[in-house]
């Protein structure tokens, strides 16, 4: 530790993140000769390896600015730059990054990119001036108990979406159609009441994008989601494939969003909903941080571009606006689920690796290409655990995938299809691995 080096400020992550952490860390380091303090509630030892100074401090609790500003008096003169590196601490990190006179985006409007239900009052505000732009404001109202479902329900004949106010992943968020359980629905949510949790009319926009970037520099990512009560979020592609018009609408979109948002200089990740006619889009949620699900990971494959660089940079006071050219690439993340309701016990990071470079040159075979190779995999936990065939969110399946695809000719939905449905079968094989619940499913998966 060296008192006269600048000091990195990264306010709170969220553990699924910590090779990103640890990638902006040395970025910082070798680029600004930085060391890095970090703020974070219940520090476990492996933040103690991604920085030099460690807080403990749950961005959520009310005094959360003055007990950081106390801890941090110390290292007042050094610090340089601050980075706000998770929902929980989107307002608070942003009001202690102010007070401490560091570059950031706004924290009078970050509670609109932190609440969900903050986000629709505030279109709700303008809604004259959204439709004018053609942007869908979906109807929004609290939910406190099974009643207000009712009435909600009453006055949205066709279906509607109820979900968490501040919780992310697609925790919580079930479609209620017509006819479906309201005291089932509401039990979905129920466990998220103490932040919060709404009811919103359905957007029927059938594509679903995310408009994502840091300051000035975006680009645009097809999401791809499962079919029926639980639409978890299956893959991302990268590039998107879209029409002059269509890139337009969700740009539009996406820009509106991030004013009502206060983001200006730092990270978005705005996930949009777009209608057939490529003319209309709704804004599904806002965020003022880096896309999960390696969004920006693939970026780098298909633009060549470090997103975490660029952001490093920004908090520092240096603005670059890269342009934007594809790679003649295309890339995608995906989630890899399991065969069948079972029980999966995973091995070693390489295993499981070899599995997916596995089920990677058997997709080619199918697809009539040799172009697919393996960016990153991860299992989502080194635990055993059961998990079940139908995901309600992203937490229930295996693994998660990055891959490229050296080529722009395929269309990448029919890729990341068959690369996930080629996943299942590699992963029913392993019976050391995966082992279903009940014989009747071993016997049908064989």
């Excluded at 942007?135 to 109820?162: I, K, N, T, W, Y």
């Excluded at 359905?202 to 639980?230: C, L, M, N, P």
């Excluded at 690796?353 to 991860?378: K, N, S, Y």
Aim: glycine share 6%.
């Amino acid at each position: 530790m060296n008192a006269n080096r600048p000091l990195l400020l990264i306010v709170d992550y969220n553990l699924t993140r910590v090779a990103d952490v640890a990638h902006i860390a040395s970025y910082a380091r070798q680029r600004y000769g930085a060391e890095i303090a970090l703020i974070r509630a219940n520090p476990t030892e492996r933040d103690s390896l991604l920085c030099e100074y460690l807080i403990d401090l749950d961005p959520l609790a009310p005094n959360f600015v003055d007990e950081a500003l106390y801890y941090l008096k110390s290292w007042r003169e050094r610090l340089r730059a601050g980075m706000v590196f998770s929902d929980n601490a989107v307002q608070s990190g942003a009001a202690l990054l102010e007070r401490l006179g560091l570059v950031v985006d706004s924290a009078a409007l970050a509670a609109n990119a932190y609440s969900k239900r903050d986000y629709r009052v505030c279109e709700a505000r303008v809604r004259d001036l959204l439709e004018a732009q053609g942007m869908l404001v979906p109807d929004c109202v609290e939910v406190h108990d099974v009643d207000d479902l009712g009435r909600f329900a009453s006055a949205h004949e066709g279906g509607f979406v109820v979900k968490p106010s501040c919780e992310g992943n697609n925790r919580g968020v079930v479609i209620v159609a017509p006819g479906d359980s309201l005291d089932a629905a509401f039990a979905a949510v129920a466990p998220y009441l103490e932040r919060g949790a709404i009811c919103e009319s359905f957007i029927s926009f059938a594509r679903e994008f995310s408009f994502d970037g840091v300051g000035a520099t975006h680009f645009i990512t097809e999401k791809v989601s499962a079919q029926g009560r639980y639409p978890v979020e299956v893959a991302q592609i990268l590039p998107a494939r879209l029409t002059a018009a269509e890139q337009a609408t969700l740009v539009r979109a996406g820009r509106v969003a991030n004013l009502l948002v206060g983001q200006l200089r730092g990270p978005f990740h705005n996930e949009i909903k777009l209608d057939d006619t490529g003319l209309r889009a709704a804004v599904v949620e806002p965020n003022r941080r880096p896309a999960g699900m390696k969004i920006w990971t693939i970026a780098r494959e298909v633009y060549e571009i470090d997103f975490y660089a660029l952001w490093v940079d920004a908090a520092f006071g240096v603005v670059r606006e890269p342009a934007l050219v594809s790679a003649g690439r295309q890339a995608a993340t995906v989630m890899l689920g399991v065969p069948a309701d079972g029980r999966l016990t995973p091995p070693d990071a390489d295993e499981g690796a070899e599995l997916f470079d596995r089920a990677l040159a058997r997709a080619a075979a199918l697809l009539g290409t040799d172009a697919l190779r393996r960016v990153e995999f991860g299992w989502l936990s080194e635990t055993a655990r059961f998990i079940p065939a139908l995901p309600r969110d992203n937490a229930d399946f295996a693994a998660q995938a990055c891959f490229a695809l050296e080529s722009d000719v395929h269309d990448m939905r029919s890729v990341v299809a068959t690369v996930r449905a080629v996943w299942l079968s590699v992963l029913a094989e392993a019976c050391h691995i995966f082992e279903p619940a009940n014989a009747a499913a071993s016997l049908a998966i064989a």
